[in-house]
């Protein structure tokens, strides 16, 4: 059963007061409307401890923005996956665009950490999406299919089936306030569905929730929903502000 998800990713955002004074209103909300939607956020990890106390009798899932693909030693500046789970955390985003980019992390690494999760029993949201000069060149669909094929080729089918989230999240509509059109973005979502079950089987794929990330606001969330394949979203700038992250996790009926 494909889950409905908005998650926010805060990157690195806010002063503690100002996320956990965030949390809290979400929270509130949440709490009120219950919406159809699971919501998670993605705070810096500074915050992960006292936010998953704060939000413990909550339905909102405090999630991670990076793991590290190693379980320990000296790498200065990661997080390993125990780590994460010590301080209540059990969901971690893996192969973000800017972690491509500005760390230089490549498909074989990032698969690396999407096991390294499945092996203290946490889950990934995996990122893929392609740049303006791939799509440009029509070979968007190659470089997606390789993010994907290529991450997940060391995983088993049981993990994925039950633990597995991919967002898309074409790199050319992240903070520039442009994004794919609901046809073009459903377009890709039921490539990478088509993808997993061609290399994992129909039930993985079935089972795979597959957001769309990318600019999403307040305005188009209602139309990307309304797509089959784009089960929710990952929402970067937007989620910074109380009332578009609320009306975007509205959207998701």
């Known amino acids: 059963m494909r889950r409905k998800i908005v998650a926010a990713n805060w990157k690195m955002n806010l002063t503690f007061p100002q996320a956990k004074e965030l949390a809290l209103r979400l929270n509130t909300w949440v709490k009120i409307h219950k919406p159809v939607a699971e919501v998670f956020i993605a705070p810096t990890h500074l915050y992960l401890e006292q936010l998953n106390k704060d939000l413990r009798n909550s339905s909102i899932t405090v999630i991670s923005q990076n793991v590290s693909a190693m ?31 500005y760390h230089h ?15 203290n029993g946490m889950s990934p949201i995996l990122c ?11 070979k968007h669909f190659d470089v997606v299919k390789e993010q994907v094929s290529v ?8 993990n994925l089936r039950d633990n597995l989230i991919i967002a898309y999240e ?22 990478i569905r088509k993808i997993i079950g061609d290399h994992h089987g129909l039930q993985v794929a079935h089972n795979t929730t597959i957001l769309y990330g990318g600019s999403v606001n307040a305005g188009n969330a209602s139309d990307m929903f309304d797509q089959f394949d784009i089960d929710g979203a990952l929402v970067g700038g937007a989620s910074l502000n109380f009332d578009d992250f609320t009306t975007i996790i509205s959207a998701r009926k």
Do not use: C
């Not at 992390?105 to 092996?119: P, S």
């Open 151 to 158: 991450a997940l080729e060391r995983q088993s089918n049981e």
């Open 170 to 191: 074409p790199v050319w509509a992240i903070g520039t306030g442009r994004n794919a059109a609901p046809d073009q973005a459903q377009e890709m979502h039921a490539f």
């Open 105 to 119: 992390e490549v498909n074989k690494y990032i698969g690396k950490k999407i096991t390294h999760l499945y092996e």
């Open 128 to 138: 893929v999406g392609e740049k303006l000069e791939d799509r440009q060149a029509g």
């Open 71 to 101: 379980p320990d030693g000296a790498y200065t500046g990661d997080v390993s996956a125990q780590q994460l789970l010590s301080v209540g955390t059990k969901i971690s985003i893996v192969g973000h665009s800017e972690r491509r980019a």
